[in-house]
Nanobody, 115 residues
Framework: VQLVESGGGLVQPGGSLRLSCAAS????????MSWYRQAPGKEREWVAS????????TYADSVKGRFTMSRDNVKRTVYLQMNSLKPEDTAVYYC?????????WGQGTQVTVSS
């Protein structure tokens, strides 16, 4: 299983970024996918999840209404569209999948929200 995130960067408050996570090594369309983030000095926290089928996505309260998660099963990629970014969204963002009782993580992509 391999997960590769991209799309992070430096953005001003109120700006937008779109993160991507390219997946390989498992039957992508059969598994729920999630995004997590970890800010400096804090524990990793769940951000959003997308089911393998359907569109019943779930979000942390802190990002609800601002972030949108989507997936493309043909491209084997999940996305996280982040709008109205705040300084408190600054973190390393990780893609996650649970395959056969094992959690897999990407290397993460840094998002910094600052003026």
């Amino acid at each position: 299983v391999q997960l590769v995130e991209s799309g992070g960067g430096l953005v001003q408050p109120g700006g937008s970024l779109r993160l991507s996570c390219a997946a390989s090594g498992f039957t992508f369309s059969s598994y729920d996918m999630s995004w997590y983030r970890q800010a400096p000095g804090k524990e990793r926290e769940w951000v959003a999840s997308h089911p393998s089928y359907g569109v019943r996505r779930t979000y942390a309260d802190s990002v609800k209404g601002r972030f949108t998660m989507s997936r493309d099963n043909v491209k084997r990629t999940v996305y996280l569209q982040m709008n109205s970014l705040k300084p408190e969204d600054t973190a390393v963002y990780y893609c996650n999948v649970l395959v056969r009782a094992t959690d897999y993580w990407g290397q993460g992509t840094q998002v910094t929200v600052s003026s």
